[in-house]
Structures are given as structure tokens and as C-alpha cells.
């Protein structure tokens, strides 16, 4: 009862364990901390993820260099070739 009342609520799942232990049955979720093993995948996704934003806004920050340079030699008076007599 107390499960089918939570999930109808959306309450959290820790939430849900706390109100469990209250009405006195154990609790129906398991709590891990983001350190534990079992969650070793997960923090590895993480740091990919984070490599690629990295990687993707490195190369947004090189596209307005490139285009920044382009813009500033289009701008310069074209330059004379010297030739060697």
C-alpha cells in the first residue's frame, strides 16, 4: 500500500525508503553512494561525457579562431611577391 501511494505521488526513492522504515517494513531501495563499486560504469560515462563537452567546445572556440583569422587576413591589403634579380 504504501509503495503503490508513493509511486502514484512520484515521491523520490529515498523518500520512499524513509516512509517504509516508518510504517516499520524495510526498505524496497537500495542506497548507494556515488563512490561505491557497483556505480564504477556510471562515474566512467560521466567522465567521457565530460571529455566530450571539452573536446566540442574546444573545437567551437578553435572554428572562431579560424574564422576570426580568415576575416583579419581578407581585410589586409594583399601582399606584393618580391622577386630575386
Known amino acids: 500500500m504504501i509503495l503503490r501511494l508513493t509511486e502514484h505521488l512520484e515521491?523520490?526513492?529515498?523518500?520512499?525508503n524513509q516512509l517504509l522504515l516508518a510504517?516499520?517494513?524495510?526498505?524496497a531501495y537500495p542506497v548507494n553512494e556515488l563512490d561505491a563499486p557497483q556505480l564504477s560504469a556510471v562515474r566512467l560515462r560521466d567522465e567521457i561525457l565530460e571529455a566530450e563537452?571539452?573536446?566540442?567546445?574546444?573545437?567551437a572556440r578553435l572554428a572562431k579562431e579560424?574564422?576570426?583569422?580568415?576575416?583579419?587576413?581578407s581585410s589586409q591589403p594583399k601582399l606584393r611577391k618580391r622577386?630575386?634579380?
Open 66 to 73: 579560424r574564422n576570426a583569422y580568415h576575416d583579419w587576413m
Open 23 to 27: 510504517g516499520g517494513y524495510a526498505p
Open 53 to 59: 563537452r571539452m573536446v566540442r567546445e574546444l573545437n
Open 83 to 85: 622577386t630575386i634579380s
Open 11 to 16: 515521491v523520490p526513492l529515498r523518500e520512499r
